[in-house]
Nanobody, 115 residues
Framework: QGWLVESGGGLVEPGGSLRLSCEASGISFSKYDMSWVRQAPGKEREFVAKVAATGDIHYGDSVEGRFTISRDNAKRAIYLQMDNLQPDDTAIYYC?????????WGQGTQVTVSS
């Protein structure tokens, strides 16, 4: 089965930073490709970043150079360090785990960037 729990969201001023965490339970975590996806009000879900089971990392164009994804297989967790946040980064951020035909979503954590 498995589930994911995100944390670390909140309200931050433009130019600020936040660090999101996603902890996994009930899955063989090291086998899963792990991603962050976000959804802003009235918009479709947008790919943010991915760290594959192999360790390969990819970023969405809008966050490249500002966000850093990492994973800790021993803690069954991934992280998203978000720097130089801008109002357009306001969204619900979801953790997403994929392994073969299985995928699992977290419940999301709200990030709001506003002065």
């Amino acid at each position: 089965q498995g589930w994911l729990v995100e944390s670390g969201g909140g309200l931050v001023e433009p130019g600020g930073s936040l660090r999101l965490s996603c902890e996994a339970s009930g899955i063989s975590f090291s086998k899963y490709d792990m991603s962050w996806v976000r959804q802003a009000p009235g918009k479709e879900r947008e790919f943010v970043a991915k760290v594959a089971a192999t360790g390969d990392i990819h970023y969405g164009d809008s966050v490249e150079g500002r966000f850093t994804i990492s994973r800790d297989n021993a803690k069954r967790a991934i992280y998203l360090q978000m720097d130089n946040l801008q109002p357009d980064d306001t969204a619900i951020y979801y953790c997403w785990a994929v392994f073969t035909a299985r995928d699992i979503w977290g419940q999301g954590t709200q990030v709001t960037v506003s002065s």
